[in-house]
């Protein structure tokens, strides 16, 4: 194991240089990996090209030299035809318009390392952003970085700093920004996010394609790994929940929502992803499985629908199809059945009288430890 120094601001580090300006920082592209695992489980999908072409567009303020430019900016974005990006940073309205959420918020980390004096370690959301981890809810509007213990934790100007120690293992190098690695970013949202935001990460990384055509991000051994040669750690019960209760067979975000929320109304612990096949032959996997009480679940995200990596070459309208002719078989079976969405999954109280209406008894521990 490496030894524990590390890249802060203003410390030296291996992979450090100097930070180049808006006009050399590229967002990151998604390498063909995290793409196909992201067609695989659901996830947003960032557009390269939108990024790219972002990135070009930020201005500094520290790039112009004459007070006059800098406020023409400020007046600028009070007329609203520019957006402050950061501090000291903008971007055309037209061009923020076309970004969605996710976009927005690499943006905002960009913007920041690129008006740091020395390069940050982004840690936290922030490192989640870049590695492309997905989210629920919405991000945060601070930039987050880990800086050593004897700096201390601050938040001010936008950056919230965490203090911690790295190992020199923990800090890798994404397309010219410092982040933590994608162990130890799963390990800080365990610690410091709330559980379901965490879960949703930890299910997204540990994720195994069940057509064998991509490995996961990452194994229940790098995170076992990673776990140990942190510590000590304040939160380590909170971390070892997560790290627990995550699943390599979940597959969307919604379905990650769904099961913690399964939790917090005590149904049943579902089986994930069960096969299932009737005379004309192979149907699919569901979801979600109570095999005790002969049920089948099924979380319903948009993805499928508008995502066309999911849609693999089919309509909106073929998709619908298809997966009306799958439900049809599905309540063919012996079975009761169960659909819902996101406006459901993540309301506990709209997910019991769903689930209750089903069938399904309420008031079952679950089982601990973990179970692929």
């Not at 971390?239 to 209760?245: A, C, E, K, M, S």
């Not at 995200?301 to 909106?316: E, F, H, I, N, P």
């Given at each position: 194991m490496?030894?524990?120094?590390?890249?802060?601001?203003?410390?030296?580090?291996?992979?450090?240089?100097?930070m180049?300006?808006?006009?050399?920082?590229?967002l990151p592209?998604?390498r063909?990996?995290q793409?196909?695992?992201?067609?695989a489980?659901g996830c947003?999908?960032r557009n390269?090209?939108?990024?790219?072409d972002?990135?070009r567009?930020l201005?500094?303020?520290?790039?112009?030299g004459?007070?006059?430019?800098r406020?023409q900016?400020?007046v600028a974005?009070?007329r609203g035809?520019q957006?402050?990006?950061?501090r000291g940073?903008?971007?055309?309205?037209?061009?923020?318009?076309?970004?969605?959420?996710?976009?927005?918020?690499?943006a905002?980390?960009?913007?920041v390392?690129?008006?740091?004096?020395?390069?940050p370690?982004?840690?936290h959301w922030?490192a989640?952003?870049?590695?492309?981890?997905?989210i629920?809810?919405d991000?945060?509007?601070a930039?987050h970085?880990?800086?050593?213990?004897a700096?201390?934790?601050r938040?001010?100007n936008g950056?919230?700093a965490?203090?911690a120690?790295?190992a020199?293992d923990?800090?890798?190098e994404?397309n010219?920004?410092?982040?933590t690695s994608l162990?130890r970013?799963?390990?800080?949202m365990?610690?410091?996010?709330?559980?379901m935001?965490?879960?949703?990460?930890?299910d997204?990384?540990?994720?195994?394609?069940?057509?064998?055509?991509?490995p996961?991000?990452?194994?229940?051994?790098?995170?076992a790994?990673?776990?140990e040669?942190?510590r000590?750690?304040?939160s380590?019960?909170k971390?070892?929940?997560?790290f627990?209760?995550?699943?390599?067979r979940?597959?969307?975000?919604?379905?990650?929502?769904?099961?913690?929320?399964?939790?917090?109304?005590?149904?049943?612990?579902?089986?994930l992803q069960?096969?299932?096949?009737?005379?004309?032959?192979?149907?699919g996997?569901t979801?979600?499985?109570?095999r005790?009480y002969a049920?089948?679940?099924?979380?319903?995200?948009?993805?499928?629908?508008?995502?066309?990596a999911y849609?693999?070459?089919?309509?909106v309208?073929?998709?619908?199809?298809?997966?009306?002719?799958?439900?049809?078989?599905?309540?063919?079976?012996?079975?009761?059945?169960?659909r819902w969405?996101?406006?459901?999954?993540?309301?506990?109280?709209?997910?019991?009288?769903?689930?209750?209406?089903?069938?399904?008894p309420f008031?079952?521990?679950?089982?601990s430890?973990?179970?692929?």
């Amino acid at each position: 194991m490496a030894n524990p120094a590390v890249a802060y601001p203003g410390v030296a580090h291996p992979l450090a240089q100097p930070m180049r300006t808006a006009r050399s920082i590229p967002l990151p592209p998604l390498r063909l990996h995290q793409a196909l695992q992201k067609s695989a489980t659901g996830c947003p999908l960032r557009n390269t090209h939108v990024m790219a072409d972002t990135t070009r567009r930020l201005t500094y303020m520290h790039d112009l030299g004459i007070d006059a430019d800098r406020r023409q900016f400020a007046v600028a974005a009070a007329r609203g035809t520019q957006v402050r990006v950061a501090r000291g940073v903008y971007l055309s309205t037209v061009a923020w318009a076309a970004l969605d959420a996710d976009e927005r918020y690499v943006a905002r980390v960009y913007a920041v390392a690129g008006t740091r004096r020395n390069q940050p370690v982004l840690s936290h959301w922030s490192a989640a952003a870049v590695h492309g981890l997905p989210i629920v809810g919405d991000w945060p509007d601070a930039v987050h970085i880990t800086v050593r213990p004897a700096a201390g934790g601050r938040n001010r100007n936008g950056i919230v700093a965490h203090a911690a120690r790295l190992a020199d293992d923990d800090v890798v190098e994404l397309n010219g920004l410092l982040v933590t690695s994608l162990a130890r970013t799963v390990l800080d949202m365990a610690a410091t996010a709330t559980f379901m935001v965490a879960v949703t990460m930890a299910d997204h990384v540990l994720h195994i394609d069940r057509f064998g055509r991509i490995p996961p991000l990452l194994t229940r051994t790098d995170l076992a790994e990673q776990f140990e040669h942190s510590r000590p750690l304040r939160s380590h019960r909170k971390i070892d929940r997560v790290f627990t209760f995550a699943e390599t067979r979940a597959e969307t975000p919604i379905e990650s929502v769904s099961r913690v929320n399964m939790l917090v109304i005590g149904c049943p612990r579902p089986l994930l992803q069960s096969p299932f096949s009737d005379r004309d032959g192979f149907i699919g996997e569901t979801d979600f499985e109570w095999r005790d009480y002969a049920t089948l679940g099924e979380a319903d995200g948009d993805r499928k629908y508008l995502d066309a990596a999911y849609r693999s070459g089919r309509t909106v309208e073929q998709v619908m199809l298809d997966e009306k002719d799958r439900e049809d078989r599905l309540r063919a079976l012996p079975r009761r059945f169960a659909r819902w969405r996101w406006k459901i999954a993540v309301r506990p109280g709209r997910l019991r009288a769903h689930l209750a209406a089903a069938g399904l008894p309420f008031g079952v521990p679950w089982a601990s430890g973990i179970r692929d």
